[in-house]
């Protein structure tokens, strides 16, 4: 930015702006500043900052007697406003520092003198500024989080912005584009638009205001947070008001990271040759378990076993050492206490192991000495060029190789688009055995324990280029380096989905801020930010997590908002319009082909609108026929199906009971013709021909079960396959969130979408 976006002059001499090169007068004024060893500028130097980077501010002068205030006001007319300038008082208006329409010289000398007693002698002079008329008030600031670095807020202004707290975030820096999405994100944008008379602000000048306070934090490190406070609107103009600079000496930069090797990730998902240092008998111990994994999954590769003190283990022959196998394993896993870790990682290094995962605990989480011997173990990983995974994790999976190599408990999930890593063991193994019980596929998992030497960001990286993976999925609580991990994720996400179950992002406490901007700039609103900025698709709801995965696995993206509903009964129908409203989905008027073709099939007293209601109808086809009426439509971007499956379950337990208390030859001609009827059969071809459907519609169709319904994926050929779900709301938050990433997606010109 070489030169200030902000354009124009305002004819009415209310605002100064200045077009200049602006980080080397800027950087005179910081360096000024750090030589004096001030915490923060006072106004009058920090709108000259914000001058040389064309941010519009109210004309003034700074004065230290009675007469140059009055002077001041003489000259920039009446009325004015009056400040005290001190570098102790950060905010002024709270200790009475500021002082709104003074209208005479007489008020001024008053004023002078006023603002002089409350300064307390630790005013460096009296600010006299032009009157700005009160009107809609924003604020634009900036602090540095302490994970992703300078983050730019923009929000409802004034005195109320911390009680009102109508603000949003953005991670600098900012296209044009997403600085128009961070505008919009507040409740209040409407302000933004023609208010009470006056004209719409100039989002052109406004977006230059926020572009420069970015810039202003890339230039400058050592500025810690940037205040501007109010921003009054002009007529149409932006005006900075107030200003607010705080400085700080930059943090040290991280240390360098190990070099890694992400092409050593393939012989973690991809063994031939697989070896368990620390393998057992005893299918309860951890080197048990991930044999009984392995073996049970019926790996197709090699599998040894090393243990010195068994002869075999589940009847393979154990052999004493890694150096001792007869070919050189691709992958070990190891299983050991963790004074032997370092040992057994370095007679894989030597021994040309491309890849060691290091289940056993012990290490940074438990203390000091730990921590050290996981520094140790990570050098030796990385010196050798191995891919290392933990430790302290609970192992990795890849059902594409038929790989399972988890410890803890049994499981072998059904080949799947969806790569999956997790930041919590024990969440990842309980998603994945929730995934499998519901018959979805999840093709790689990897518990990355402790993050010793390959991190989260780093199986990002390495999913992004995997062909195998379709979706990328994570369970995240924190990182340690966010602006990498938004890169990478920028990356993936237009090209596959990436949805992310995040904890850890409440905000209880809040750090010591002297700007509106640090005291709300908590990780909950950066992480919104992130989310925003980079395509993630993001719940904290792990039910909602695996919707997300098996629908985004699964199921066309949808072109547009516009949803039909097709449902069994009413009350659920209605409870679904009224959450496509809340989800900014659209409840789409049919139109007058879709309910003719839906007639000939229901009776003369169906809801002839959307919801259908079947009302019960599941003779004749009528649930196929009107799906695909309403999947055909060019109305129509997504369907939801309600009580549909399940029903065939309901009526065949009906059946199965009525039978049970009867006695033989007993049973009443009505119940023998209902049970000659296989309802089962009926539903899973209803199932089949959504499948069908989508293939040939290339539109989402989520169905929603009558009954509880133990399998959420039935796989069809094609690309696509029917998704079931327990609730009629979380099937329509999955479809707004499947529309939002369709609208990433556009907005970034992905084609094809």
């Known amino acids: 930015m070489p030169e200030s976006k902000v354009r124009g002059v305002d004819p009415a001499g209310t605002v100064e702006i200045e077009h200049m090169d602006m980080r080397a007068p800027g950087r005179a004024l910081i360096e000024q500043a750090l030589a004096q060893d001030l915490a923060a500028l006072d106004e009058s130097t920090a709108k000259a900052l914000f001058r040389a980077y064309g941010i519009p501010v109210t004309p003034g002068d700074v004065v230290n007697d009675e007469e140059g205030a009055v002077a001041a006001a003489s ?12 570098r102790e008082i950060m905010h002024k208006t709270d200790a009475g520092l500021v002082l709104l329409d003074v209208d005479d010289e007489e008020a001024v000398r008053g004023a002078y003198h006023l603002l002089e007693r409350r ?15 009160r009107s809609r008030e924003f604020v634009v600031g900036m602090s540095r989080d302490p994970q992703f670095g300078p983050v730019v807020m ?3 202004g004034g005195v109320l912005t911390e009680a009102l707290q109508d603000v949003a975030f953005g991670v600098a820096p900012l296209s044009d584009r997403e ?17 009470r008379g006056a004209p719409a602000v100039d989002k052109e000048q406004l977006t230059g205001i926020v572009e420069a306070v970015c810039q202003m934090a890339l230039d400058h490190p050592e500025i810690r947070e940037i205040d501007v406070n109010p921003v009054l609107i002009d007529g149409s103009i932006p005006v900075a008001v107030d200003a607010l600079v705080t400085l700080a000496e930059p943090p040290a930069p991280p240390e360098g990271r190990l070099p890694v090797v992400l092409s050593a990730l393939d012989a973690v998902f991809s063994p031939q040759v697989v070896a368990v240092v620390g393998a057992s008998n005893d299918p309860t111990k951890w080197g048990g378990t991930i044999m009984n994994n392995l073996l049970s999954g019926e790996f197709p590769g090699k599998v040894y076993p090393v243990n010195p003190k068994a002869g075999t283990v589940f009847g393979l022959p154990a052999f004493a050492g890694v150096d001792e196998l007869p070919q050189t394993p691709d992958l070990a896993l190891i299983a050991v206490p963790a004074r032997f870790v370092a040992g057994v990682v370095e007679a894989c290094g030597r021994q040309g192991v491309r890849a060691v995962v290091v289940i056993s605990s012990g290490f940074s989480e438990v203390s000091a000495e730990g921590a050290a011997m996981e520094r140790e173990v990570a050098r030796l990983a990385s010196d050798y ?5 933990g430790p302290n994790c609970m192992g990795v999976m890849s059902s594409w190789s038929r790989l399972y190599a988890t410890g803890a408990i049994i499981m072998h999930p059904a080949t799947g688009p969806a790569s999956f890593l997790s930041q919590s063991g024990n969440m990842g193994i309980q998603l994945m055995a929730a995934a499998e019980d519901r018959k979805g596929g999840i093709g790689k998992f990897v518990g990355i324990g402790n993050e010793a030497l390959f991190d989260a960001t780093d199986l990002f990286e390495y999913f992004r280029d995997d062909p195998q993976t379709g979706v990328i999925l994570a369970y995240i609580e924190g990182f340690d380096d966010g602006r990498r991990f938004m890169e990478i994720a920028r990356q993936a996400t237009v090209e596959k989905p990436v949805i992310v179950l995040r904890s850890a992002i409440s905000d209880f406490g809040r750090k010591a801020a002297l700007s509106h901007t640090g005291a709300m700039a908590g990780s909950a609103k950066v992480y919104e930010a992130v989310v925003r900025q980079s395509g993630i698709i993001s719940t904290t709801d792990p039910d909602e997590f695996l919707d997300l995965a098996f629908s985004l696995s699964y199921m066309p993206l949808p072109k547009g908002r516009r949803v039909a509903i097709i449902t069994m009964g009413g009350g659920w129908g209605v409870l679904s319009a009224d959450e496509v409203w809340r989800t900014g989905l659209e409840l789409v008027d049919l139109p007058a082909d879709v309910i003719a073709e839906i007639s000939e099939v229901l009776p003369p007293f169906w809801s002839h609108g959307n919801p259908v209601d079947l009302v019960g109808t599941m003779t004749n086809e009528a649930p196929e026929r ?12 997504a369907v939801i199906v309600l009580g549909v499956v399940g029903q065939g379950a309901g009526r065949q337990r009906a059946i199965e009971t009525a039978r049970s208390f009867l006695v033989p030859g007993t049973v009443p001609a009505e119940l023998e013709a209902a049970s000659k009827d296989d309802y089962l059969a009926r539903e899973a071809a209803f199932i089949h021909r959504v499948g069908e459907l989508m293939n040939r519609y290339h539109k989402p169709i989520i169905n929603v079960s009558f009954t509880p319904l133990d399998q959420a994926v039935f796989q069809n050929e094609g690309a696509y396959s029917a998704v079931v779900l327990p609730s009629p709301l979380r099937s329509v938050r999955v479809v707004a969130k499947m529309a939002g990433y369709r609208d990433f997606l556009a907005s970034r010109g992905v084609a094809g979408v």
């Open 75 to 86: 000259r920039l007319g009446y009325p004015v406003v009056m400040k005290g300038l001190s």
């Open 119 to 133: 300064g307390e002698g630790r005013l460096q002079g009296i600010l006299v500024e032009k009157m700005v008329p």
């Open 154 to 156: 923009f929000g409802v």
């Open 179 to 195: 600085v128009s999405g961070l505008l919009g994100s507040i409740r209040a944008a409407g302000l933004l638009g023609p208010f």
């Open 385 to 389: 060029g191995m891919a290392m995974i």
């Open 626 to 637: 009107a799906v695909e009426a309403a999947v055909r439509s060019v109305a129509v971007d």
